[in-house]
């Protein structure tokens, strides 16, 4: 009797556990980068801190933020570009009462610039095009600048392309519409493993640069203040855990990327925990916002106006949760 009580007790405090969690739609791209999402999700790290994350994949940055702004997720993986662009009304759509906020770093910017069978080096893009996500926003100007600092001219020397996300881009370059596109991992590899030209790393070719971060809307925050530390106290734990258990980290890649090689998830670990990375404690490279910024003034759709980069992060959750 005794012991049938205590199990009945047990079920009834899991029952009661599981009840305690708080139910978060996520959205964000494709690609290795996740990794700590994954590993936040895999390794109950969301579980703990009382939350049930579910992570969906969009097609572009377009659909992603028409689903956030519509209240069908409450988190995002996104270029920090995106969210100045939006801010300042000069993104994929406009809308009245935008208020995506960034809140954590991913990473700085770890992508590469593939070439088509027959791009070979920068030059062989002249009179070509390349394939964007947004033509002004997002890793189009990381492209536009690293064509530029080759002696490559936008609007005059190559073709600009709008596709969608990273599975759009990888189509284009292997249906011959664009000659050359920025990839995330692991479909670069993928690519250059295909015989596909792995030109430049972005992050070496621009220098400090903040390229996705996790974001939330600050309507959201406002009333689910408990639930974005929760988030963020999660995704801190998540990004040490990738740098300080490779193993751990090489073995929740190989779960969750069909197919992927002993190797090449090595590869990747090593390339996401190196210069251009995962941001340690999903810090906000603040030095990187500015470079955003900079490309903005150059090649958004009208100046940005003179702003400083707190103007689109909140970095207390995220630094309350990495003490």
Avoid: C
Wanted: charged share 25%; hydrophobic share 40%; aromatic share 8%.
């Amino acid at each position: 009797m005794k012991k049938a009580l205590i199990g009945a007790i047990a079920v009834m405090t899991s029952a009661m556990g599981a009840q305690a969690q708080t139910a978060i739609n996520m959205i964000g791209f494709g690609g290795g980068t996740n990794l700590p999402v994954w590993s936040a999700i895999d390794r109950g790290f969301f579980e703990k801190e009382g939350l049930k994350v579910s992570l969906d994949r969009t097609p572009g940055s377009f659909e992603q933020i028409r689903d956030l702004m519509e209240g069908k997720y409450q988190f995002a993986t996104t270029a920090f570009d995106n969210i100045v662009a939006h801010t300042e009304g000069q993104g994929s759509a406009k809308y009245d009462n935008f208020d995506l906020v960034a809140i954590g770093g991913v990473h700085s910017g770890l992508n590469s610039v593939v070439g088509a069978k027959d791009v070979k080096t920068f030059s062989d893009i002249r009179g070509k095009a390349v394939s964007v996500d947004s033509p002004t926003s997002g890793y189009a100007t990381v492209l536009y600048q690293i064509l530029q600092n080759k002696g490559i001219m936008k609007d005059r020397d190559y073709k600009i392309i709008s596709v969608g996300g990273t599975g759009a881009r990888v189509k284009s370059l292997k249906d011959g519409t664009a000659g050359m596109a920025i990839v995330s991992s692991p479909e670069d590899m993928e690519l250059k493993r295909e015989g596909f030209n792995l030109l430049a790393d972005a992050a070496v070719e621009i220098g400090a640069y903040q390229g996705s971060v996790y974001a939330t809307r600050r309507s959201y925050a406002k009333t689910h203040d408990k639930e974005v530390q929760a988030f963020m106290r999660a995704m801190v734990r998540a990004h040490d855990f990738v740098f300080s258990d490779k193993a751990g980290a090489i073995g929740v890649l190989k779960a969750r990327i069909k197919g992927i090689s002993d190797e090449a998830a090595e590869d990747m670990w090593t390339r996401l925990t190196g210069p251009g990375g995962l941001n340690p404690k999903a810090a906000v490279n603040e030095k990187g916002v500015d470079m955003v910024l900079q490309l903005r003034s150059i090649y958004g759709e009208s100046k940005v106006p003179n702003a400083p980069g707190s103007k689109y992060i909140e970095l207390g959750w995220q630094k309350a949760a990495a003490k």
